[in-house]
Protein backbone atom coordinates (compact mmCIF):
# COMPACT_ATOMS: atom_id res chain seq x y z
CA UNK A 1 0.00 0.00 0.00
CA UNK A 2 1.34 3.79 -0.91
CA UNK A 3 2.13 5.81 2.18
CA UNK A 4 3.97 9.41 1.89
CA UNK A 5 5.91 8.25 4.99
CA UNK A 6 9.19 7.39 3.57
CA UNK A 7 9.39 3.99 5.35
CA UNK A 8 9.50 0.33 3.15
CA UNK A 9 6.45 -0.82 4.85
CA UNK A 10 6.19 -4.96 3.95
CA UNK A 11 9.91 -4.76 5.59
CA UNK A 12 8.97 -3.14 8.35
CA UNK A 13 5.59 -5.16 8.85
CA UNK A 14 7.15 -8.10 8.76
CA UNK A 15 9.82 -7.03 11.48
CA UNK A 16 7.23 -6.15 13.85
CA UNK A 17 4.99 -9.76 12.59
CA UNK A 18 2.31 -7.57 11.35
CA UNK A 19 0.71 -7.98 7.86
CA UNK A 20 1.50 -4.56 5.54
CA UNK A 21 -2.12 -3.04 5.54
CA UNK A 22 -2.14 -3.37 9.38
CA UNK A 23 0.58 -1.78 9.83
CA UNK A 24 -0.44 1.25 7.06
CA UNK A 25 -3.40 1.13 9.18
CA UNK A 26 -1.39 2.09 12.29
CA UNK A 27 0.44 4.88 10.31
CA UNK A 28 -2.48 6.66 9.00
CA UNK A 29 -4.42 6.38 12.31
CA UNK A 30 -1.18 7.82 13.90
CA UNK A 31 -0.74 5.07 16.32
CA UNK A 32 2.87 4.90 14.49
CA UNK A 33 4.00 8.39 14.19
CA UNK A 34 7.78 9.43 12.54
CA UNK A 35 9.69 11.42 14.59
CA UNK A 36 10.88 14.98 13.17
CA UNK A 37 13.33 16.40 10.75
CA UNK A 38 16.85 14.55 10.90
CA UNK A 39 15.20 12.01 13.17
CA UNK A 40 12.69 10.75 11.25
CA UNK A 41 13.88 7.84 10.33
CA UNK A 42 12.45 6.94 14.02
CA UNK A 43 9.03 5.92 14.48
CA UNK A 44 7.38 6.25 17.85
CA UNK A 45 4.34 3.96 19.04
CA UNK A 46 1.68 6.30 20.50
CA UNK A 47 -0.55 3.34 21.84
CA UNK A 48 0.03 -0.53 22.54
CA UNK A 49 -0.10 -3.09 19.31
CA UNK A 50 -0.04 -6.50 20.28
CA UNK A 51 2.86 -6.87 22.88
CA UNK A 52 4.56 -3.51 21.87
CA UNK A 53 3.92 -0.83 24.66
CA UNK A 54 3.07 2.58 23.85
CA UNK A 55 6.84 4.98 24.13
CA UNK A 56 8.56 2.45 22.03
CA UNK A 57 10.29 3.38 18.95
CA UNK A 58 11.11 1.56 15.90
CA UNK A 59 14.23 2.50 14.28
CA UNK A 60 14.70 2.31 10.52
CA UNK A 61 18.23 1.93 10.09
CA UNK A 62 18.06 1.75 6.18
CA UNK A 63 18.85 -1.90 5.34
CA UNK A 64 17.30 -3.38 8.98
CA UNK A 65 14.90 -2.53 11.41
CA UNK A 66 15.17 -2.25 15.48
CA UNK A 67 12.79 -1.81 18.45
CA UNK A 68 13.82 -0.15 21.51
CA UNK A 69 10.80 -0.92 23.61
CA UNK A 70 9.51 1.30 25.83
CA UNK A 71 9.63 1.91 29.88
CA UNK A 72 8.18 -1.38 31.74
CA UNK A 73 5.08 -0.61 33.43
CA UNK A 74 6.05 -0.21 37.41
CA UNK A 75 2.89 -0.87 39.23
CA UNK A 76 2.87 0.84 42.86
CA UNK A 77 2.82 -0.71 45.95
CA UNK A 78 -0.04 0.73 48.84
CA UNK A 79 0.90 -1.47 51.64
CA UNK A 80 4.52 -2.76 51.25
CA UNK A 81 4.65 -5.93 52.78
CA UNK A 82 1.67 -7.76 51.16
CA UNK A 83 2.71 -6.03 48.24
CA UNK A 84 5.97 -7.91 48.13
CA UNK A 85 4.67 -10.63 49.84
CA UNK A 86 2.05 -11.28 46.79
CA UNK A 87 4.73 -10.05 44.16
CA UNK A 88 7.88 -11.98 44.84
CA UNK A 89 6.50 -15.00 46.60
CA UNK A 90 8.93 -17.25 44.93
CA UNK A 91 12.22 -15.24 45.98
CA UNK A 92 14.23 -15.42 48.26
CA UNK A 93 15.00 -12.05 48.12
CA UNK A 94 14.63 -8.64 46.69
CA UNK A 95 17.11 -5.72 45.45
CA UNK A 96 16.20 -1.96 46.53
CA UNK A 97 17.17 0.78 44.70
CA UNK A 98 16.48 4.46 44.70
CA UNK A 99 13.57 6.22 42.43
CA UNK A 100 15.43 9.50 41.65
CA UNK A 101 12.78 12.25 41.07
CA UNK A 102 13.50 13.62 37.55
CA UNK A 103 12.57 12.48 33.64
CA UNK A 104 13.19 8.74 32.26
CA UNK A 105 14.98 8.53 29.36
CA UNK A 106 16.32 5.56 27.16
CA UNK A 107 19.86 6.39 25.45
CA UNK A 108 21.24 4.33 22.54
CA UNK A 109 22.96 4.33 19.64
CA UNK A 110 21.44 5.07 16.27
CA UNK A 111 23.79 5.71 13.05
CA UNK A 112 26.81 6.65 15.24
CA UNK A 113 25.35 8.87 17.40
CA UNK A 114 24.36 8.79 20.97
CA UNK A 115 20.35 9.80 21.35
CA UNK A 116 17.90 10.13 24.13
CA UNK A 117 14.32 9.33 23.73
CA UNK A 118 11.45 10.41 25.95
CA UNK A 119 8.95 8.21 28.05
CA UNK A 120 6.98 8.62 24.56
CA UNK A 121 9.36 8.20 22.01
CA UNK A 122 10.28 11.69 21.28
CA UNK A 123 13.67 12.53 20.30
CA UNK A 124 14.65 15.26 22.93
CA UNK A 125 17.18 18.04 21.83
CA UNK A 126 18.73 18.66 25.19
CA UNK A 127 18.82 15.38 27.04
CA UNK A 128 20.69 14.37 23.55
CA UNK A 129 23.20 16.52 24.04
CA UNK A 130 23.51 15.82 27.81
CA UNK A 131 23.76 12.19 27.26
CA UNK A 132 26.46 13.10 24.58
CA UNK A 133 28.47 14.61 26.65
CA UNK A 134 27.90 12.46 30.25
CA UNK A 135 28.14 8.78 28.58
CA UNK A 136 31.16 7.10 28.17
CA UNK A 137 29.91 6.38 24.07
CA UNK A 138 32.55 3.36 24.04
CA UNK A 139 29.67 1.30 26.00
CA UNK A 140 27.65 1.56 23.03
CA UNK A 141 30.20 0.63 20.53
CA UNK A 142 31.00 -2.33 22.53
CA UNK A 143 27.24 -3.44 23.56
CA UNK A 144 25.46 -1.54 19.99
CA UNK A 145 22.38 -3.98 21.09
CA UNK A 146 22.11 -2.86 24.54
CA UNK A 147 19.85 0.30 25.38
CA UNK A 148 20.48 2.69 28.86
CA UNK A 149 17.24 3.03 30.74
CA UNK A 150 18.11 6.00 33.41
CA UNK A 151 17.08 8.93 35.13
CA UNK A 152 18.36 13.06 34.21
CA UNK A 153 17.69 14.66 37.46
CA UNK A 154 19.03 18.14 38.82
CA UNK A 155 18.19 21.41 39.39
CA UNK A 156 18.45 22.77 35.44
CA UNK A 157 16.00 20.10 34.35
CA UNK A 158 12.88 21.57 32.01
CA UNK A 159 10.57 18.55 33.05
CA UNK A 160 11.05 17.76 36.96
CA UNK A 161 13.95 20.70 38.43
CA UNK A 162 14.65 19.47 41.72
CA UNK A 163 17.85 20.90 44.07
CA UNK A 164 17.25 17.71 46.41
CA UNK A 165 20.54 16.26 45.19
CA UNK A 166 23.72 17.07 45.25
CA UNK A 167 23.97 18.05 41.61
CA UNK A 168 25.46 21.05 40.08
CA UNK A 169 23.75 20.90 36.33
CA UNK A 170 21.84 17.81 35.08
CA UNK A 171 22.86 14.26 35.30
CA UNK A 172 22.44 10.57 34.40
CA UNK A 173 21.75 7.97 36.58
CA UNK A 174 21.36 4.12 35.18
CA UNK A 175 18.56 2.47 36.38
CA UNK A 176 17.79 -0.40 34.16
CA UNK A 177 19.67 -1.90 30.80
CA UNK A 178 17.61 -3.43 28.31
CA UNK A 179 18.03 -5.44 25.02
CA UNK A 180 16.35 -4.00 21.46
CA UNK A 181 14.16 -5.87 20.07
CA UNK A 182 13.01 -8.21 22.64
CA UNK A 183 13.47 -5.54 25.09
CA UNK A 184 14.80 -8.62 28.09
CA UNK A 185 16.62 -6.54 31.14
CA UNK A 186 20.19 -7.50 32.39
CA UNK A 187 20.17 -9.34 35.55
CA UNK A 188 20.72 -6.11 38.35
CA UNK A 189 23.89 -7.46 39.35
CA UNK A 190 25.37 -7.50 35.11
CA UNK A 191 23.92 -4.08 34.65
CA UNK A 192 25.84 -2.33 38.03
CA UNK A 193 29.15 -4.03 36.70
CA UNK A 194 28.84 -2.78 33.53
CA UNK A 195 28.02 0.89 34.34
CA UNK A 196 30.19 0.76 37.18
CA UNK A 197 33.28 -0.37 34.38
CA UNK A 198 32.11 2.61 32.36
CA UNK A 199 31.81 5.28 34.14
CA UNK A 200 27.91 5.76 34.35
CA UNK A 201 26.31 7.21 37.57
CA UNK A 202 23.71 4.75 39.26
CA UNK A 203 20.81 5.20 41.38
CA UNK A 204 21.74 4.44 44.88
CA UNK A 205 21.59 0.57 45.69
CA UNK A 206 20.22 0.16 49.11
CA UNK A 207 20.79 -3.52 49.43
CA UNK A 208 19.53 -7.02 48.80
CA UNK A 209 17.19 -8.44 51.73
CA UNK A 210 15.08 -11.72 52.55
CA UNK A 211 11.47 -11.36 51.63
CA UNK A 212 10.63 -12.07 55.71
CA UNK A 213 13.13 -8.58 56.20
CA UNK A 214 12.43 -6.43 52.95
CA UNK A 215 9.12 -4.65 54.38
CA UNK A 216 10.84 -3.24 57.59
CA UNK A 217 13.95 -2.66 55.91
CA UNK A 218 12.35 -0.49 52.79
CA UNK A 219 10.40 1.22 55.76
CA UNK A 220 13.38 2.38 57.64
CA UNK A 221 15.01 3.26 53.95
CA UNK A 222 11.54 5.65 52.90
CA UNK A 223 11.93 7.24 56.06
CA UNK A 224 15.61 8.27 55.49
CA UNK A 225 14.98 9.46 52.17
CA UNK A 226 11.74 11.22 53.33
CA UNK A 227 13.90 13.62 55.42
CA UNK A 228 16.17 14.33 52.57
CA UNK A 229 12.95 14.96 50.32
CA UNK A 230 13.95 12.00 48.39
CA UNK A 231 11.12 10.15 46.10
CA UNK A 232 11.44 6.79 46.84
CA UNK A 233 12.42 3.41 45.90
CA UNK A 234 12.02 0.73 43.34
CA UNK A 235 11.95 -2.89 44.26
CA UNK A 236 13.09 -5.44 42.26
CA UNK A 237 14.11 -8.95 41.10
CA UNK A 238 17.56 -9.74 41.40
CA UNK A 239 17.12 -11.17 37.92
CA UNK A 240 14.67 -8.42 36.51
CA UNK A 241 12.51 -11.26 34.95
CA UNK A 242 9.48 -10.50 37.74
CA UNK A 243 8.11 -6.82 37.30
CA UNK A 244 9.35 -4.15 40.17
CA UNK A 245 7.36 -2.16 41.92
CA UNK A 246 7.68 1.04 43.85
CA UNK A 247 6.77 2.96 46.77
CA UNK A 248 7.39 6.90 47.60
CA UNK A 249 7.88 8.78 50.90
CA UNK A 250 5.52 11.15 51.92
CA UNK A 251 7.47 14.42 51.48
CA UNK A 252 7.21 13.19 47.80
CA UNK A 253 3.70 12.66 47.75
CA UNK A 254 3.27 16.38 49.42
CA UNK A 255 5.77 17.51 47.14
CA UNK A 256 4.40 16.46 44.05
CA UNK A 257 1.03 17.72 44.95
CA UNK A 258 2.35 20.77 46.25
CA UNK A 259 3.28 21.44 42.19
CA UNK A 260 0.14 19.96 40.59
CA UNK A 261 -1.80 22.69 43.05
CA UNK A 262 0.32 25.55 41.87
CA UNK A 263 -1.57 24.82 38.59
CA UNK A 264 -4.60 23.61 40.01
CA UNK A 265 -6.32 23.82 36.45
CA UNK A 266 -4.01 21.54 34.64
CA UNK A 267 -3.53 18.69 36.61
CA UNK A 268 -5.63 15.63 36.39
CA UNK A 269 -7.36 14.86 39.19
CA UNK A 270 -6.21 11.21 38.91
CA UNK A 271 -2.94 12.08 39.52
CA UNK A 272 -3.89 14.78 42.81
CA UNK A 273 -6.34 11.80 44.29
CA UNK A 274 -3.77 8.96 43.97
CA UNK A 275 -1.09 10.89 45.98
CA UNK A 276 -3.77 11.38 48.79
CA UNK A 277 -4.75 8.26 48.93
CA UNK A 278 -0.98 6.83 49.07
CA UNK A 279 -0.96 8.94 52.53
CA UNK A 280 -3.62 7.42 54.13
CA UNK A 281 -2.19 3.69 53.28
CA UNK A 282 1.29 4.93 54.52
CA UNK A 283 -0.41 6.17 57.78
CA UNK A 284 -2.58 2.84 58.17
CA UNK A 285 0.47 0.67 57.69
CA UNK A 286 2.90 2.41 60.04
CA UNK A 287 0.55 2.49 63.31
CA UNK A 288 1.10 6.02 63.34
CA UNK A 289 0.90 8.21 66.63
CA UNK A 290 -1.42 10.78 66.90
CA UNK A 291 1.51 13.00 67.00
CA UNK A 292 3.07 11.33 63.77
CA UNK A 293 -0.94 11.70 62.33
CA UNK A 294 -1.31 15.18 63.27
CA UNK A 295 2.04 15.86 61.23
CA UNK A 296 1.32 13.80 58.19
CA UNK A 297 -2.07 15.98 57.76
CA UNK A 298 -0.07 19.03 58.32
CA UNK A 299 2.23 18.54 55.98
CA UNK A 300 -0.36 17.06 53.32
CA UNK A 301 -2.99 20.00 54.30
CA UNK A 302 -0.05 22.40 53.59
CA UNK A 303 0.72 21.18 50.04
CA UNK A 304 -2.72 21.39 48.88
CA UNK A 305 -3.56 25.09 50.11
CA UNK A 306 -0.77 27.05 50.36
CA UNK A 307 0.56 26.70 46.14
CA UNK A 308 -3.07 27.68 45.42
CA UNK A 309 -2.81 30.12 47.33
CA UNK A 310 0.22 31.33 45.86
CA UNK A 311 -1.10 30.95 42.62
CA UNK A 312 -4.24 33.33 43.22
CA UNK A 313 -2.19 36.11 44.63
CA UNK A 314 -0.27 36.11 41.20
CA UNK A 315 -2.93 36.23 39.07
CA UNK A 316 -4.80 39.41 41.36
CA UNK A 317 -1.15 41.11 40.78
CA UNK A 318 -1.23 41.01 37.08
CA UNK A 319 1.07 37.67 36.67
CA UNK A 320 0.47 34.39 34.61
CA UNK A 321 1.18 31.53 36.63
CA UNK A 322 4.13 29.70 34.91
CA UNK A 323 6.73 26.72 35.82
CA UNK A 324 10.02 28.09 35.65
CA UNK A 325 13.20 26.29 34.90
CA UNK A 326 16.74 26.34 33.52
CA UNK A 327 18.52 24.48 31.23
CA UNK A 328 22.72 24.25 30.16
CA UNK A 329 24.05 23.60 26.79
CA UNK A 330 27.58 23.24 25.13
CA UNK A 331 26.16 23.75 21.90
CA UNK A 332 24.04 27.19 21.69
CA UNK A 333 22.35 25.20 18.55
CA UNK A 334 20.63 23.17 20.45
CA UNK A 335 18.85 26.27 22.36
CA UNK A 336 16.93 26.61 19.22
CA UNK A 337 16.23 23.33 18.73
CA UNK A 338 14.96 22.87 22.01
CA UNK A 339 12.72 25.81 21.90
CA UNK A 340 11.12 24.65 18.78
CA UNK A 341 10.76 21.04 20.12
CA UNK A 342 8.71 22.08 22.82
CA UNK A 343 6.77 24.23 20.89
CA UNK A 344 5.69 21.28 18.25
CA UNK A 345 4.64 19.70 21.52
CA UNK A 346 2.21 22.60 22.18
CA UNK A 347 3.65 24.39 25.11
CA UNK A 348 3.50 28.01 25.73
CA UNK A 349 7.27 28.93 26.82
CA UNK A 350 9.21 31.94 26.59
CA UNK A 351 13.33 31.42 26.71
CA UNK A 352 15.21 33.93 28.10
CA UNK A 353 17.94 35.23 26.13
CA UNK A 354 21.26 32.90 26.63
CA UNK A 355 24.08 33.70 28.85
CA UNK A 356 27.79 31.99 28.83
CA UNK A 357 28.92 30.77 31.55
CA UNK A 358 32.35 29.38 31.34
CA UNK A 359 32.28 26.88 28.29
CA UNK A 360 27.98 26.37 28.64
CA UNK A 361 25.14 28.77 27.77
CA UNK A 362 22.16 28.79 29.96
CA UNK A 363 18.34 30.00 29.45
CA UNK A 364 15.92 30.55 32.16
CA UNK A 365 12.62 29.05 30.47
CA UNK A 366 9.09 30.23 31.81
CA UNK A 367 6.44 27.41 30.69
CA UNK A 368 3.13 29.53 31.17
CA UNK A 369 0.31 27.73 32.37
CA UNK A 370 -2.63 29.08 30.90
CA UNK A 371 -5.69 27.17 31.93
CA UNK A 372 -4.76 28.09 35.44
CA UNK A 373 -4.03 31.14 34.74
CA UNK A 374 -7.08 31.83 33.14
CA UNK A 375 -9.77 30.32 35.28
CA UNK A 376 -8.13 32.20 38.23
CA UNK A 377 -8.52 35.24 36.55
CA UNK A 378 -12.08 34.24 35.46
CA UNK A 379 -13.20 34.01 39.52
CA UNK A 380 -11.79 37.11 40.54
CA UNK A 381 -13.57 38.64 37.84
CA UNK A 382 -16.65 36.45 39.28
CA UNK A 383 -17.09 33.98 36.95
CA UNK A 384 -19.03 31.00 38.65
CA UNK A 385 -17.72 27.65 39.48
CA UNK A 386 -19.14 24.83 37.72
Known sequence: MKNEIAIDIEQAAAFLDLSPSRFSELLDKKVIRQNWDQYNNIFRFTSRVSDIDAGSVLLDNDDSFELVRGFPKIRRAMLIEPAIQANFSDNATVVVEEKMNGYNVRVLSYKGKLIALTRSGHVCPYSTERAQNLLNKHFFEEYPDIVVYGEMAGPENPYVRKDIYDIESLDFFVFDMRRKNDGIALPISERRMLAGKYGFRQVELFGEFGIPEAASKIGDIIRELGKKGHEGVIIKDPNMVLQPIKYTCSESNCADLQHAFKFYNEAGRDYIYSRVIREGFQSAEWNETEEELMERCLRLGESILRPMRESIKEVQQGTRVADESRIRVKD????????????????????????????????????????????????????LWS
Do not use: C, H, W
Not at 347 to 357: G, N
Not at 364 to 373: E, F
Open 332 to 383: KKTISEFKFYLERLGLDIVFSPARKVGDDYIVDIKKINNSTSDKTLGIIRGQ
